[in-house]
């Protein structure tokens, strides 16, 4: 599935609808360092494929985002789902297994601005930094002398909220229903357990990476975009 909005809420309606034990491939987007305006530019002048799948679905994501500002206004627009989960009711909880993450793209991104991340007095203007991903080793170049293993992951994991709350934004961690984690560990072989909401759960992932350090520094990490393979399992024991 690949449909993508902003906001964790029980009034969105789901993408898909699954059974308890069973296996689905998310792909998921980034819309980190893309311009407002002439983003295929961005793309060829970086040497990314126009042809591929995610740059495709970025570019109309963009400018469906910009067709329609009051519907994506003030969320990070990169949360894919929901997924309903079948059988599940508020009370319960649902274990999510990772069994498998790839990029979709051969690029990723990482940029800073004053004033913001862990180091804000020490960027003096923003800057925005692309990397290109080498697929096959699994490694990128920060530049000729150093070399960066990937390791990619889900930064935002999570469910609805019940439905008094509203829409949540997608940007910050809940201490509830999941949100924007950045936790590096959210990767292959990583279980995480979520507690249900609403009926169905809403499940919601995005905010991909392609790699990421002991936190965000520069108030991102390698910003890339993934297919993530996660296996649904509702426990009604926990």
Wanted: charged share 20%; with cysteine; aromatic share 8%.
């Amino acid at each position: 599935i690949k449909t993508v909005g902003g906001w964790w809420a029980a009034e969105t309606p789901p993408a898909l609808k699954i059974k308890d034990g069973q296996t689905v491939a998310i792909d998921t987007i980034n819309l980190a360092g893309l311009p407002e305006d002439n983003v295929e530019k961005f793309f060829t002048d970086n040497g990314i494929p126009l042809d591929n799948q995610a740059v495709k679905d970025m570019i109309a994501i963009k400018q469906y985002s910009k067709d329609n500002p009051t519907l994506y206004a003030g969320t990070a627009l990169n949360l894919t789902g929901p997924i309903y989960i079948e059988g599940a009711m508020p009370g319960d909880m649902i274990e999510v297994r990772i069994l498998d993450i790839k990029s979709r793209t051969n690029y990723g991104v990482n940029g800073g601005r004053p004033g913001g991340g862990g180091v804000p007095d020490l960027v003096p203007r923003p800057y925005s930094k692309v990397f290109k991903l080498d697929l096959e080793r699994m490694t990128t170049k920060f530049n000729d002398n150093i070399e960066i293993p990937l390791k990619p992951f889900q930064g935002k994991v999570g469910v609805a909220p019940v439905k008094e709350r509203g829409k949540l934004r997608s940007n910050p961690p809940y201490p509830d229903i999941g949100g924007n984690f950045d936790n590096k560990y959210f990767t292959k072989g990583a279980t995480i357990y979520l507690p249900v909401f609403v009926e169905g759960a809403l499940f919601q992932t995005g905010d991909p990476h392609a790699v990421q350090g002991n936190g965000e520094v520069s108030g991102g990490a390698i910003e890339s975009c993934n297919t993530v393979t996660m296996q649904f399992i509702l426990r009604k024991d926990l």
